[in-house]
């Protein structure tokens, strides 16, 4: 006997969405590394830091994806256990970030087409944004769609990296920055899109990560091009190799 085709309900193609979509963004923060690393950017001759470094943030990366496997195959009461390691791990992460952001600019003064000051401020406040929708959405795991989709901003801000290591970088002088974090936002243009298909209309939660990150760049410049901004970065690099590079983003060798 023939049995009748159901359609997938709403909650369902919405389950299906957020899961392929954290596959696409881990897929994407993994390829803009391999990338690096195959074309002789990067290798694996680096201080210990950058390792722990990659295995805090990489772990991150498998939890998320992990997660929205969970909802997706029904597992939710594993989610929800499982979900209290965020807790723990977004705090590590931030930490991590932060020493990383230091680390960077001593050893060789931060990526070439970041400006120096702008490298030093933004990063470690972009981590803080990632942290405060992360959390937030933690506290708010009890209202699944502002949860999921404030985790998901807040993983779209992750993907910047990996995306900067796809882009040509150096020609994007003086906007590199923006530019990457912009790029990241296509991610939520495209479940916001979604949304408005599924439902009709598109989640509040979206234009609250959305302004969280875009506002947290606009603080973040403003303290970076200020004196104080260029007196941090010099209190971080005199003195060690990073100092040899100019403040300014340059075109590298």
Known sequence: MATAYQAPTAARQEQKFFFVMACVMAATIVAGFSFNLASGRSNFAVPLVFHVHALVFFGWVVLYVTQNALVFTGQVALHRRLGMVSAIWVPLMIVMGGVMTVESMQLHGGPPFFDQNEFMISNPLQLLAFGALTLSAVVLRNRSDWHRRLMFVGMA???????????????????????????????????????????????????????AVAGTQVIADAIAYSPAGYAITHFVIDGTPGADRPMKAFFPA
Not at 176 to 200: E, L, N, P, Q, Y
């Open 157 to 211: 801000v992750l993907t910047t990296p990996g995306i900067g290591r796809l882009l040509p970088m150096p020609f994007l002088i003086p906007y590199a920055w923006w530019i990457a974090i912009s790029t990241s936002a296509i991610f939520v243009v495209a479940a916001m899109i979604a949304d408005k298909r599924r439902s009709g209309r598109v989640h509040p939660a979206w234009f609250v990560g959305i302004a």
